[in-house]
């Protein structure tokens, strides 16, 4: 298994051969933290996966009673494609034209009406943090929007984020930004979307939902909504729309006047103020949440953002808010995974074991 171990790691090793000691302790610790972390990765997922059993069995049971939510959709692309100037400008025209007193955007993520259907679009991807999603079993997005520059076309982070929502499964639309310039090359766009991505335009006889826009200028910022609107009544996303809640944390920081917050998505039930939960190896009460127009709210629905306040510690990005009965049950969850967590912490300091106490044994 070292040889293996070894091996991987680039390092050539015959059985008998005799090591340095700093090669010893090298390919010790190589080992000893590989088997580490895999073990307390099993741990922390073994009591995901009971949560994560819950639920699929409450989704079972309540099939009926499922209703659909609104989209969540996430931007993303190669840097300075426009990623950001979408966002804002989608959430200045939009937002502002609903809502009375302008926009002060406090929060990683927004929701806007479009034809009267709500449209989340979170506003900070990061592709690892994509992929981590995925994994923890309830997953973030429910729409990419691949945006391309018509001036640049595909370029390695377009790929990228085109194969981590392929990983997914998440439904994909093209967006071809910055029309607008006069050396933009929808064209060309295009023929690199099928050769590198094997992407085919729905008007070149594919598949693939592709518009083209300008953040700038908003050309073709309708047609794109209009598409995430039709590519998400296609994809019948549903949640349990009441009851006790479960939420994916995308944000997550110690704020120096408000403590530990998060930004979360509602992906079922409904989020009340003063609930219990658990998130990751922490827990706590909601003590206050934020919508994404900095107001105060008592009730978040499914697919609604909303920053929560009263997080024991801070707790882990990418993990997954589940609301319990009590206080009670919320700490004996989270300390059953403090727990395992502190006793693998232990064993890998016992394991540990650095050369100089080799030589004294
Ligand atoms: P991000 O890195 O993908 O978030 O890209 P940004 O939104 O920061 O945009 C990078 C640059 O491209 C900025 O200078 C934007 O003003 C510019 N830009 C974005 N969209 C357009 C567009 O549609 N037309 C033009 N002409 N410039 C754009
Ligand atoms: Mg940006």
Not at 255 to 284: E, M, R, W
Not at 295 to 306: E, F, M, N, Y
Not at 336 to 341: F, L, Q, R, T, V
Request: aromatic share 6%; hydrophobic share 35%.
């Amino acid at each position: 298994d070292i040889i293996k171990k070894a091996f991987m790691e680039g390092k050539m090793l015959r059985p008998g051969q005799e090591l340095s000691p700093t090669e010893t302790e090298e390919i010790g610790l190589l080992y000893e933290t590989v088997i580490n972390f895999v073990e307390e990765e099993k741990k922390e997922e073994e009591l995901d996966n009971e949560l994560v059993d819950y639920w699929n069995k409450v989704y079972e049971e309540q099939k009926d009673s499922l209703k659909t939510r609104p989209p969540v959709v996430t931007v993303m692309g190669h840097v300075d494609h426009g990623k950001t100037t979408l966002l804002d400008n989608i959430r200045n025209t939009k937002v502002a034209e609903g809502e009375e007193g302008g926009i002060t955007q406090s929060i990683g993520a927004y929701q806007l009406e479009y034809n009267d259907k709500k449209i989340t679009f979170i506003d900070t991807p990061g592709h690892e943090a994509f992929t981590e999603m995925r994994a923890r079993g309830a997953q973030a997005t429910d729409i990419v929007v691949l945006i391309i520059a018509a001036d640049d076309g595909v370029m390695p982070q377009t790929i990228e984020a085109y194969n981590h929502a392929k990983d997914a499964k998440v439904p994909v639309i093209v967006a071809i930004n910055k029309i607008d310039k006069p050396n933009a090359n929808v064209e060309l766009t295009k023929q690199q979307m099928v050769a590198k991505l094997n992407l085919i335009p729905e008007d070149w006889g594919g598949d693939t939902i592709t518009v083209p826009i300008s953040a700038i200028s908003k050309e073709g910022i309708d047609e794109l909504l209009e598409m995430i609107s039709l590519v998400s009544e296609m994809e019948e996303i549903k949640c349990k729309p009441n009851g006790q809640a479960r939420a994916v944390i995308i944000e997550s920081k110690l704020d120096k006047f408000l403590g530990p917050v998060a930004t979360v998505i509602v992906k079922d039930g409904i989020l009340k103020t003063g609930d219990y939960f658990i998130a990751g190896s922490t827990y706590g009460k909601v003590r206050r949440m934020i919508d994404d127009q900095g107001r105060t709210i008592k009730k978040a629905l499914p697919s609604t953002p909303v920053q929560v306040l009263g997080f024991n510690e801070v707790a882990d990005t990418h993990s997954i808010l589940y609301v319990t009965n009590s206080l009670n049950q919320a700490r004996e969850i989270s300390g059953k995974k403090k727990e395992k967590e502190d006793l693998a912490n232990q064993n890998i300091n016992k394991k540990h074991v650095k050369l100089e106490d080799f030589m004294k044994m």
